[in-house]
């Protein structure tokens, strides 16, 4: 099994997190560090991988192939992207993917959290690595990542949340709130408590006055002291 180290270039999303279909032709040029080739196991019926992928040393081994699948091979020269997807790279780590972007509309709100994500978007953000299907002319297509995957880790075409949704969280989160509040605690912390409960009855509100769209002020909520104390010990807040 040879080792090959190529730059690719695959398209990228109008607008990530908003507009998934990629007819403005954006870019973005990646490193393929990994084997040669790969061979993914297809069910010919379902077009699906039923297993896999293997490499060519793997498969040299005598593997056995799965009743009603066949080995497709896939030249990770010629096809960098497919093998990105699939194949056992090496260079996830070379890479700096800790740059942060936030979709239009989304804007800071002193004591919320704010939704972004993270950039350069890699090929297994704007790709299923595990929808990937075959034909029986061993064609590959692959599937582009959702707007609800992108926004709520959820696969497919889920519902994006609305306000309603916005103000049945807020509702559930200061029902979860009402054990933190108890008669003898600082009057500091007390305070604290009083401020995040107030800040849950104000978010819909504020996240409408500042144009935040709803799918995003979901994920927006109000920072509990909780996470503030955690932050403080060391960890972060996390972020959307």
Same mark, same amino acid.
């Given at each position: 099994m040879?080792?090959?180290?190529l730059?690719?270039?695959?398209?990228?999303?109008?607008?990530h997190?908003v507009?998934h279909? #990629?007819?403005?032709?954006?870019?973005?040029?990646? @490193?393929y %560090?990994?084997? &040669?080739? $790969?061979?993914?196991?297809?069910n010919?019926?379902?077009?699906?991988?039923?297993?896999?992928?293997?490499?060519?040393?793997?498969?040299?081994?005598?593997?056995?192939?799965p009743e009603?699948c066949?080995?497709?091979?896939?030249?990770?020269i010629?096809?960098p992207?497919?093998?990105?997807?699939?194949?056992?790279?090496?260079?996830?780590?070379?890479?700096?993917?800790?740059?942060?972007?936030?979709p239009?509309?989304v804007?800071?709100?002193?004591?919320?959290?704010?939704f972004?994500y993270?950039?350069?978007?890699?090929? #297994?953000?704007?790709?299923?690595?595990?929808?990937? @299907?075959v %034909?029986?002319? &061993?064609? $590959?297509?692959l599937?582009?990542?959702?707007?609800s995957?992108?926004?709520?880790?959820?696969?497919?075409?889920?519902?994006?949340?609305?306000?309603?949704?916005?103000?049945?969280?807020?509702?559930?989160?200061?029902k979860?709130?009402d054990?933190e509040?108890?008669?003898?605690?600082?009057?500091?912390?007390r305070?604290?408590?009083?401020?995040?409960r107030?800040?849950?009855?104000?978010?819909?509100g504020?996240?409408?006055?500042?144009?935040?769209?709803?799918?995003?002020?979901y994920?927006?909520?109000?920072?509990?002291?909780?996470?503030?104390?955690?932050?403080?010990?060391?960890?972060?807040?996390?972020?959307?």
């Amino acid at each position: 099994m040879a080792m090959i180290e190529l730059d690719f270039e695959f398209n990228l999303p109008n607008q990530h997190c908003v507009d998934h279909s #990629q007819s403005e032709g954006k870019t973005r040029t990646a @490193t393929y %560090d990994g084997p &040669d080739k $790969i061979f993914l196991i297809v069910n010919n019926n379902t077009g699906k991988e039923e297993m896999g992928p293997i490499t060519e040393t793997e498969k040299a081994d005598g593997r056995p192939v799965p009743e009603d699948c066949r080995y497709v091979e896939v030249d990770c020269i010629t096809n960098p992207l497919v093998c990105q997807l699939r194949a056992p790279v090496i260079d996830e780590m070379e890479e700096d993917y800790t740059g942060l972007e936030h979709p239009p509309g989304v804007v800071d709100i002193p004591g919320f959290m704010k939704f972004h994500y993270q950039v350069p978007l890699r090929p #297994q953000d704007v790709y299923d690595p595990l929808d990937i @299907t075959v %034909d029986e002319n &061993d064609n $590959i297509h692959l599937t582009k990542r959702s707007l609800s995957w992108a926004i709520m880790g959820v696969d497919g075409e889920a519902r994006l949340p609305n306000w309603d949704d916005v103000r049945n969280k807020r509702m559930q989160l200061i029902k979860n709130s009402d054990s933190e509040i108890t008669d003898d605690m600082p009057e500091d912390l007390r305070a604290k408590w009083m401020d995040y409960r107030q800040r849950l009855r104000d978010w819909p509100g504020l996240m409408q006055e500042a144009g935040v769209p709803p799918e995003f002020a979901y994920n927006m909520e109000p920072i509990d002291p909780a996470s503030e104390v955690e932050a403080l010990n060391g960890g972060d807040l996390y972020d959307i």
